[in-house]
């Protein structure tokens, strides 16, 4: 319990920072918002007047202590171009982002795993050689790229898939599948690539364990040693990169965004920074961060479920 | 990992002693002493020595000196030494053409005239390339420099330091990474105002800082715990000493081998960043010299 507290005020320690530090950029860029919010053809009293009402006259800190005290409560301000309240516009994208990236990781993960499985259980042979020049080669495409070509395969020559939308998981799940399904592929080309060779790595090296040796002299079938034994404590690097990845992809995934036309996070969040809208760009951002830290913690969580040993380390801690 | 002992944390260094480690505990005669003696000598000797301390056959793996290189090496070196050289030598290569003059032959397919036929302004899509290359390189070793200069020194410290300064940097670091990296790179880059070759690679570098000052601490976590490191404590080795002699040389390789791909991983994000703030996507206005 001692080690969950510690890391929630580390959480919330990190998520103050993280708001404050992006107040004070927004409010560092140029461009005013107030000359956003009045229009082009506002006068200097009607910008003097929109000033006053936004508070930007106040000093950063105080404007940073009200923002948090709105956002505590979930207001966290409106759009100034189209005026939609940013808690709105959160609520529309994130679970575009969401669906996208579980997708990716599914897919990513999925075909990962067993061949990081095999490569490792006969490392330095012809599978193994194989599938690190293929996950070379795969991670050395950028996701763009990846993205162009499968539209180009699947959704113009093939037609099996669609380009360009997107339709809400609980109105068509199948078609919500296949609409995400190109967009989440192009992400997860390049990071199936990594949790192979992660995965690849651990496993070789938990393999000349002890227990290992062991667990093979009892005479239990190297599948099985494989599978019961050796896979548990390799997947560490593995979690701790596909959590990362994910924290980092909410709002890194705005090409793939923009490519297949969602309306994510991402895409919001860079949409805001270049029509100098920063009242979303600060909700982006709190998202973005806040997931990240959540998805730090769960995998800090997730150690103490893998690897016992962990757990007792911390209960004597 | 054992923490270094209390008497070494507050001991202060005179200025410039990383650069003039204390020679007394160099075994004498060896070429170190003779060089880093009080006299003094240029950073750029030291620099040297380093070099020379890292390629030491001790401190290399064994099995890597083993290992043969294979076909595949040459093939991959020689790919990357033939772009290098491409782009470094492209104002001079006499069968490149200027990258934004138009021609006439607009779409055209390859031809002999040009080598990857040319766009839909009819520009050489070849001399493009390479004119591109240029930037992608420059920006990719760059901003990795960028980050291996900041990382590395915050990773040694909070790693060699520890207790409170390490929970306050690595803390900073936790905030880094927390923040989101393109944001960073797109508010650097309208910031200033300008989209140079030198403020794309510190938007860029600035998302490696974190990951290479972890990756540097905990390279210098397990070998500050190593025995070699007690040997030169105990022989009162100052800590610059220390972090300069024994624990560099020993995060440098992990550290450049993360940093190489560091390099892959910048050149692919610049060419994802939105085409407004990156100078090697901007297509020039057409006609321009």
């Given at each position: 319990?001692?080690?969950?507290?510690?890391?929630?005020?580390?959480?919330?320690?990190?998520?103050?920072?993280?708001?404050?530090?992006?107040?004070?950029?927004?409010?560092?860029?140029?461009?005013?918002?107030?000359?956003?919010?009045?229009?082009?053809?506002?006068?200097?009293?009607?910008?003097?007047?929109?000033?006053?009402?936004?508070?930007?006259?106040?000093?950063?800190?105080?404007?940073?202590?009200?923002?948090?005290?709105?956002?505590?409560?979930?207001?966290?301000?409106?759009?100034?171009?189209?005026?939609?309240?940013?808690?709105?516009?959160?609520?529309?994208?994130?679970?575009?982002?969401?669906?996208?990236?579980?997708?990716?990781?599914?897919?990513?993960?999925?075909?990962?795993?067993?061949?990081?499985?095999?490569?490792?259980?006969?490392?330095?042979?012809?599978?193994?050689?194989v599938?690190?020049t293929v996950a070379f080669g795969l991670l050395a495409i950028p996701s763009f790229v990846v993205a162009i070509v499968l539209i180009l395969i699947f959704a113009v020559n093939l037609g099996?898939?669609?380009a360009?939308?997107?339709?809400?998981?609980?109105?068509?799940?199948?078609?919500?599948?296949?609409?995400?399904?190109l967009?989440?592929?192009s992400?997860?080309v390049a990071?199936?690539a990594?949790?192979?060779?992660?995965?690849?790595?651990?496993?070789?090296?938990?393999?000349?364990?002890?227990?290992?040796?062991?667990?093979?002299?009892?005479?239990?079938?190297?599948?099985?040693?494989?599978?019961?034994?050796?896979?548990?404590?390799?997947?560490?690097?593995?979690?701790?990169?596909?959590?990362?990845?994910?924290?980092?992809?909410?709002?890194?995934?705005?090409i793939?965004?923009v490519i297949?036309?969602?309306?994510?996070?991402?895409?919001?969040?860079?949409?805001?920074?270049?029509?100098?809208?920063?009242?979303?760009?600060?909700?982006?951002?709190?998202?973005?961060?806040?997931?990240?830290?959540?998805?730090?913690?769960?995998?800090?969580?997730?150690?103490?479920?893998?690897?016992?040993?962990?757990?007792?380390?911390?209960?004597?801690? | 990992?054992?923490?270094?002992?209390?008497?070494?944390?507050?001991?202060?260094?005179?200025?410039?002693?990383?650069?003039?480690?204390?020679?007394?505990?160099?075994?004498?005669?060896?070429?170190?002493?003779?060089?880093?003696?009080?006299?003094?000598?240029?950073?750029?000797?030291?620099?040297?020595?380093?070099?020379?301390?890292?390629?030491?056959?001790?401190?290399?793996?064994?099995?890597?000196?083993?290992?043969?290189l294979g076909l595949g090496f040459y093939i991959s070196a020689g790919w990357v030494a033939l772009v290098a050289i491409m782009a470094a030598l492209a104002p001079y290569l006499p069968f490149l053409k200027n990258p934004s003059k138009v021609s006439s032959c607009l779409k055209c397919s390859a031809s002999s005239a040009h080598w990857f036929g040319t766009d839909a302004l009819g520009r050489d899509i070849f001399s493009r390339i390479v004119w591109g290359g240029r930037v992608s390189l420059t920006v990719g070793v760059t901003s990795i420099?960028?980050?291996?200069?900041?990382?590395?020194?915050?990773?040694?410290?909070?790693?060699?330091?520890?207790?409170?300064?390490?929970?306050?940097?690595?803390?900073?670091?936790?905030?880094?990474?927390?923040?989101?990296?393109?944001?960073?790179?797109?508010?650097?880059?309208?910031?200033?105002?300008?989209n140079t070759v030198w403020?794309i690679s510190?938007?860029i570098?600035?998302?490696?800082?974190?990951?290479?000052?972890?990756?540097?601490?905990?390279?210098?976590?397990?070998?500050?715990?190593?025995?070699?490191?007690?040997?030169?404590?105990?022989?009162?080795?100052?800590?610059?000493?220390?972090?300069?002699?024994?624990?560099?040389?020993?995060?440098?390789?992990?550290?450049?081998?993360?940093?190489i791909i560091?390099v892959a991983v910048a050149i692919v994000a610049e060419g994802g960043l939105p085409s407004w703030a990156c100078p090697s996507l901007r297509p020039p206005p057409p006609g321009a010299a």
């Open positions: 319990m001692r080690f969950v507290r510690k890391k929630v005020t580390q959480l919330l320690l990190v998520l103050l920072a993280v708001t404050f530090l992006s107040f004070l950029m927004i409010n560092l860029l140029p461009g005013d918002p107030a000359q956003v919010i009045c229009g082009i053809s506002c006068d200097q009293a009607g910008l003097d007047q929109t000033r006053e009402d936004l508070g930007l006259n106040d000093p950063i800190p105080v404007r940073y202590v009200n923002w948090l005290k709105d956002a505590l409560t979930g207001d966290m301000g409106s759009s100034a171009i189209n005026k939609q309240p940013v808690s709105d516009a959160i609520k529309e994208r994130l679970p575009v982002t969401l669906e996208l990236l579980i997708y990716s990781q599914f897919i990513a993960l999925v075909v990962a795993i067993p061949l990081g499985l095999i490569a490792a259980q006969r490392s330095g042979g012809i599978f193994d050689r599938s690190t099996w898939f669609p360009v939308g997107f339709v809400p998981f609980t109105e068509n799940p199948a078609e919500n599948i296949r609409y995400l399904f967009p989440a592929l992400l997860a990071e199936l990594v949790y192979m060779r992660l995965l690849r790595t651990d496993l070789i090296s938990t393999l000349q364990e002890d227990y290992i040796t062991m667990a093979k002299a009892k005479g239990i079938s190297s599948r099985r040693v494989l599978m019961r034994h050796a896979f548990r404590p390799s997947t560490f690097s593995l979690i701790t990169v596909a959590g990362l990845n994910f924290g980092r992809l909410i709002g890194g995934a705005f793939i965004e297949f036309a969602l309306n994510g996070i991402g895409r919001y969040i860079v949409t805001s920074i270049l029509s100098r809208d920063y009242i979303p760009v600060q909700g982006g951002v709190v998202v973005v961060a806040v997931a990240y830290v959540l998805i730090n913690f769960c995998i800090d969580m997730l150690y103490a479920v893998i690897d016992p040993r962990i757990r007792h380390a911390r209960a004597i801690a | 990992m054992p923490a270094p002992s209390p008497e070494f944390g507050g001991e202060s260094q005179a200025p410039g002693s990383e650069y003039f480690p204390e020679s007394d505990f160099l075994e004498s005669g060896s070429m170190a002493t003779e060089l880093v003696g009080p006299g003094g000598i240029a950073d750029g000797q030291v620099r040297e020595l380093e070099g020379l301390h890292i390629l030491d056959p001790d401190q290399v793996p064994a099995d890597a000196i083993k290992k043969r420099i960028f980050g291996l200069i900041f990382g590395g020194i915050i990773g040694l410290v909070a790693g060699f330091i520890r207790g409170r300064t390490e929970g306050f940097l690595m803390g900073c670091m936790d905030v880094l990474l927390a923040f989101p990296a393109l944001l960073l790179a797109l508010a650097i880059i309208t910031f200033s105002g300008n403020v510190l938007a570098g600035v998302g490696a800082i974190a990951p290479i000052a972890r990756l540097v601490r905990a390279s210098t976590l397990i070998t500050g715990g190593k025995e070699f490191v007690l040997a030169s404590r105990t022989l009162g080795a100052s800590q610059a000493r220390i972090i300069v002699r024994e624990i560099l040389p020993n995060v440098v390789l992990p550290v450049l081998s993360f940093a560091g």
